[in-house]
Each structure stands twice: as C-alpha cells, then as structure tokens.
C-alpha cells in the first residue's frame, strides 16, 4: 500500500524507502550493502561545495561509486553560490540526482553559514537552489529541517521557495537545528510542508522500525521516507 515507485524529475526509482546520506558512515560500501536490501535510494556522504571547488583529492574519493547500481544521488553543501555551481558541473558527471543539503546541525558546518544555517536566510538558500539548477544535468533535491530553532519554523515557506526555484523533491527532518536529534521530530510540520507542495516530498525523522515507518504514510501522507542506519528493507511489508 505504502510501497510504491517514485519519479523524480526524470529519473524512476524502484521504490520510496530512501538510505540517509550520513557523513563517515553512507561510503560506498554501506550504500551498495543498503541497495542489494532493497533501497530506492541511496545518498553519498555529504560533500562541500568550496572542497570541490578548490579540487580537494580526499573530498573527491567520497565521491567514489564503482560498481555501484544506479540511481546514484550525491549530496552537497555550502552557502557560496559560484562554489556550489562549480561543484555541481563537477557531480554531474557522477549523479543521477544532486541533493542540497540545507539541514545539517553541526557546529563545524553551521559556523560557516552552511547546512541548517541557510533556514535562517532563505532568499540566499532559494538562490542557491535556483543557481544548481541552472547548471544541473539533473533532477535537484533538498533536504531541510523544521527550522533553526523554536523561534525560526520556517519549514512551510523554505519548501514553497524550494520547489519555486526548480527542485524536483524535498526531505524534511522534523526537528529544528537546536533540536539536533533529541526529542521528538514533528511529523505534523512534515504533513503541512506535503499539503503545500506539488513535488514529492520525503518525510524523515523518528523512523526506527517498520511500524513507524507505516505511521509516517499514515499520519503524513508523504511520497516517501529517509531512514538512518537500518538495511532491513527486504523484510519490510506495508
């Protein structure tokens, strides 16, 4: 009922069970693992946008997919738009789908305007978005939270100037960036951004089993859902 084929753009995927993109741990081997158990999706671990600019080597080898089974999606970041083009002129000779990350908490990231951040200056974020897909051979997504913080919901209009900007799908994390990941992700925040959105939109927070997984279908109504760490999608039956 909940397992389903999803399009983006103009890429097919075998279904909407989607791999989280995690930084030190979706590395080639992970994702390749996750794939042969059933995911419709998998990211890279995130990568920056000036790194790629600048032609770092050791950011390139995150960049590795050898004998990986496509669609291939790879994640980037940064708050720089000429560095964020340039690294997607760059991905887009590895990517089926690029996917901005605007959602990341870390303080390293956070400090340099990028990730999560960007929920606090959305006509920079919307430009951004514009800009990658301007110069993408591919369907663009984004992932976003909540907002920055209980003051800064922001989730509902950051997705409108998203998809207004040429994005073919967004991931919503139903946390707020000083949240982090504690407490309780906020699946009505998710539901809302569905309601107002025509691309697909990917619920993602709080989903540890396969009953909660059937509760985000349920009380969401999203195209489809991100999980964090578990390979278990052969033995999931919605």
Known sequence: MYLNKLKIGNIQLPNNIFLAPMAGITDLPFRILCKNNGAGLTFTEMVSGKALYYGDE????????TNEKRPIAVQ????????????????NAIADIIDINMGCPAPKVVKNGDGSKLL????????????????????????????WDSNNIV???AAKRIENAGASMITIHGRTREE???????????????EKLKIPVIGNGDIKTWKDAKFMFEETNVDGIMIRKSCTWKSVDF
């Open 180 to 194: 982090f990941y504690t407490g309780k992700a906020d699946w009505n925040i998710i539901k809302q951004v569905k």
């Open 76 to 91: 980037i970041f940064g708050s720089d738009i000429e560095s964020m083009k340039k690294a997607t002129e760059y991905v």
């Open 120 to 147: 606090l200056n959305l006509d920079l974020a919307e430009e951004i978005v514009k800009e990658v897909v301007k110069v993408s051979k591919h369907p663009v997504s984004v992932k976003i939270r909540k907002g």
């Open 155 to 157: 989730a509902i209009e």
């Open 58 to 65: 050791k950011t390139k080898k995150l960049l590795n997919t």
